[in-house]
């Protein structure tokens, strides 16, 4: 699967979508980060803008960016 400018899905992506972030998990659905409710959806990538990767950039998970 790939994101609307063509770049593919990762597992560990940070996503900004429905003015929260989120992360790609192993099954490649999102999941809200930095809220006590726990919410995993379908990837849309059409509607999500890429941040970046938690695996190179592991602040990115912080609830308060």
């Given at each position: 699967m790939n994101?609307?400018?063509g770049r593919k899905?990762?597992?560990?992506?940070i996503l900004w979508a429905k003015?929260?972030?989120w992360i790609v998990t192993?099954?490649?659905q999102?999941?809200?980060?930095?809220?006590?409710m726990k919410l995993t959806q379908m990837i849309?990538?059409?509607f999500v803008e890429?941040?970046?990767n938690v695996h190179a950039n592991?602040?990115?998970l912080e609830a308060d960016k």
């Amino acid at each position: 699967m790939n994101y609307r400018n063509g770049r593919k899905i990762n597992v560990g992506d940070i996503l900004w979508a429905k003015n929260a972030r989120w992360i790609v998990t192993d099954n490649y659905q999102m999941k809200l980060i930095g809220k006590k409710m726990k919410l995993t959806q379908m990837i849309l990538p059409a509607f999500v803008e890429y941040i970046g990767n938690v695996h190179a950039n592991p602040e990115l998970l912080e609830a308060d960016k």
